[in-house]
């Protein structure tokens, strides 16, 4: 990847300007408009009553699990926007090895997140659930699942699309 010039965010942030490694392979969104608002509209139901950091770090370890950098670069910009720390991103991709950077609820979230996206076993164990079911009431730990859910049918159109990284604007989406 090769950089073109220096350009200023809307903070006022310096950053790089990229060259694309392909282009996308369309535009689903633009082809599939109702489908797109009904992906909104469940998004915002879906984050209902979930902390907005746990959603941003749940959002950020889906998307490292899918490789969908269109939405690592997106949730990563939110993130920091909202006051996450640089650290704690980093150490998302190794968490079970730095988990002193996360609280029990962001753990178990974490956790979930895994088990909900890779699915390996054909189900989420139960060791993984009753942890989350442990710290979330039935409320909260529904929400959860649902923003867990939300955000894999994104990386999922993000991926498949080949959507590009680089553009996104913290708070462009919400």
Not at 29 to 58: N, S
Not at 106 to 125: K, R, S
Request: hydrophobic share 40%; with cysteine.
């Amino acid at each position: 990847m090769t950089t073109n010039e220096n350009t200023t965010d809307s903070t006022g942030r310096t950053t790089k300007e990229y060259v694309h490694e392909h282009a996308p392979r369309l535009a689903w969104a633009k082809h599939a408009p109702e489908v797109y608002k009904a992906m909104i509209r469940l998004d915002a139901e879906a984050r209902k009553g979930v902390d907005p950091v746990t959603l941003e770090l749940v959002k950020i370890r889906a998307s490292q699990l899918n490789h969908c950098a269109f939405c690592l670069d997106m949730h990563s910009k939110d993130a920091l926007a909202a006051g996450e720390s640089v650290e704690r991103i980093i150490q998302l991709g190794a968490w079970e090895e730095s988990q002193h950077f996360y609280t029990p609820r962001e753990i178990a979230a974490i956790e979930l997140t895994e088990a909900i996206t890779v699915l390996t076993d054909g189900f989420v164990p139960d060791e993984t659930y009753e942890k989350a079911a442990k710290l979330y009431d039935e409320k909260e730990l529904t929400q959860l699942i649902a923003a867990i859910t939300v955000i894999n049918a994104w990386n999922r159109f993000g991926v498949s699309t080949r959507m590009v990284p680089g553009h996104y604007t913290a708070g462009d989406f919400k």
